[in-house]
């Protein structure tokens, strides 16, 4: 009987240990403002940010270099640093955009993406990228883009990184960012 006794006292107190462990490594991960700090620093590192669209007119694809110029909350703002002057042109195309023809900026919050749809491709074309995409939850079209003062709003976020090693550290980043501000993955249709 004392045998049980010491043998349940000692389950118990790894058990313990177990959740104690878990609990302090959880509390050890960044903080939201840490993670997006992090990310801030290496928006250098960022080339081509867009967000696809079914028709080539309005496709948002950036080549330039961007800046992270706002945050708050899990809110993020980028802008690219390459800003053309004048009045906006009548019609955007996406040649305009690649060439870095247009001021543009892209704001988004963490907690408008499916924490479970943020993937990784490698590309393999021209400039040998490693790409980000993220998805809204239920396609909600938040990823909201500013091109030379007209608005657009998109349920993707694609970012390309040419180090990869970078951006294997981003996507983590944006997983983490994705689950402190609450992120949620699509609803489940019932058929």
């Not at 349940?8 to 700090?37: H, I, N, Y």
């Not at 800003?83 to 955007?92: V, W």
């Not at 349920?155 to 990184?161: A, E, P, Q, T, Y």
Request: proline share 4%.
């Amino acid at each position: 009987m004392q045998c049980k006794g010491r043998l349940l006292a000692r389950f118990f107190s790894l058990g313990f240990l177990c959740v104690l462990t878990m609990l302090s490594a959880k509390a050890q991960s960044p903080s939201l403002a840490e993670t997006v700090d992090w990310m801030k620093s290496k928006t250098d590192e960022l080339g081509l940010i867009y967000s696809e669209a079914r028709d080539d007119e309005n496709s948002m694809p950036r080549i330039t270099t961007w800046e992270a110029v706002g945050s708050s909350g899990c809110t993020l703002t980028l802008r690219n640093r390459n800003e053309r002057q004048g009045p906006p042109p009548k019609r955007i195309s996406s040649r305009d955009i690649m060439a870095n023809r247009m001021a543009a900026s892209v704001m988004f919050s963490f907690s408008d993406f499916n924490p479970q749809n943020v993937t990784e491709n490698v590309d393999t074309g021209m400039l040998s990228t490693l790409n980000i995409r993220l998805n809204t939850t239920n396609k909600k079209k938040a990823v909201k883009w500013q091109i030379s003062g007209k608005n657009y709003e998109y349920n993707s976020l694609i970012i390309s990184f040419k180090d990869q090693a970078i951006a294997q550290r981003f996507t983590k980043a944006i997983k983490h960012a994705i689950e402190l501000c609450g992120g949620k993955p699509d609803k489940r249709e019932p058929f």
